[in-house]
């Protein structure tokens, strides 16, 4: 490896098990030379298995609810303490919907779903970044990082509530970071990812058919959880010091693509018009 983060002290919020993209993201910090406090809520804590990430990556474990400031204070003030000085990277790796969870269509939310999934997807990145920021718990030339999904630009109808959610991710991410940028020289950026099968992403209806999508559409194919850590690693070194206030899309090159060659294919091997069919509409353009 690279001794990317040598000296560097963080924390990383969201790692549920080993398919989480967070988790992957501990295990690169780490071998990377990087020290972290691992962050998850209570619930999660019981739930997931990240008591093995903790002894891996020799990390301490602080249960943060991501919606309560009291706990997001604790955590901030508990990770300096543990790391013995001010936080050089964190990362955002939070998102839930209860209308997905529930199979509510957008259409027909239940408005206090969509609350709680605002609060714990969207709302918690700026309140994160607000007891980081009122706390200077920061190091100059830091780096925060959140992850998002292209569904924040472009209509994807299953991503349902969360799309609105990650585009409130996205704004909030350019307005802190410019207060972080201008007044502790620290950068904020989301990462756009791939559909990648973890839990979060798997809950969303229609996952397989969608990655399999992406998978075509993509000239290099989706983005791996691994890959999205390797990103993330890049944006926590000192190499990407002067990138801030930027989604950025890592996810194969889907976000620029029309149509590929793969996808074509497979929709006129599945659409192709029954020969009757083709004969009717050439007669009658024949006819104008
Ligand atoms: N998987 C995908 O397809 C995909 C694509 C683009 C972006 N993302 C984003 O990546 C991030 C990580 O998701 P993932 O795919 O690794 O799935 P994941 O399920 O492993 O991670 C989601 C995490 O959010 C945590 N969380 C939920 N409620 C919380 C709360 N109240 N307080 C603190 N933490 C809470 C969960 O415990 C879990 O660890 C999310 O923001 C997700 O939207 C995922």
Request: aromatic share 10%; hydrophobic share 40%.
């Amino acid at each position: 490896m690279y001794n990317l983060l040598k000296g560097k002290k963080g924390i990383i919020l969201g790692a549920l098990d080993s398919k989480s993209i967070a988790w992957k993201v501990a295990e690169r910090a780490h071998e990377e030379g990087a020290i972290f406090v691992l962050s998850n809520a209570p619930v999660a804590l019981r739930l997931g298995t990240i008591t093995e990430l903790a002894e891996k990556t020799g990390s301490e474990i602080i249960a943060a609810d991501a919606t309560s400031i009291m706990d997001l204070e604790d955590l901030v003030d508990g990770a300096i303490k543990i790391l013995g000085g001010k936080i050089d990277f964190v990362l955002h790796s939070i998102g839930m919907s209860v209308n997905v969870r529930r199979g509510n269509h957008y259409t027909h939310q239940d408005y206090n779903f969509t609350k709680t999934g605002f609060d714990v997807s969207a709302l918690s990145f700026h309140r994160l970044m607000s007891v980081l920021y009122q706390r200077d718990a920061m190091n100059e030339w830091g780096s925060i990082v959140a992850l998002s999904y292209m569904a924040a630009q472009r209509v994807f109808p299953d991503y349902n509530d969360m799309a609105d959610n990650k585009a409130y991710l996205e704004s909030v991410a350019r307005s802190f970071g410019y207060f972080f940028g201008r007044d502790k020289k620290v950068r904020v950026n989301t990462i756009s990812q791939s559909p990648t099968p973890t839990t979060a992403g798997s809950g969303v209806k229609g996952f397989d058919g969608f990655i399999a999508y992406a998978e075509k559409m993509s000239p290099l194919g989706n983005a791996t959880a691994l890959e999205c850590a390797d990103y993330t690693i890049s944006l926590f070194s000192d190499l990407t010091k002067k990138v801030t206030l930027q989604n950025l899309f890592h996810d194969g090159g889907f976000s620029n693509m029309g149509v590929s060659t793969a996808i074509m294919e497979d929709f006129i091997k599945h659409h192709q018009p029954e020969p009757e069919k083709v004969s009717e509409a050439s007669k009658k353009q024949d006819k104008k």
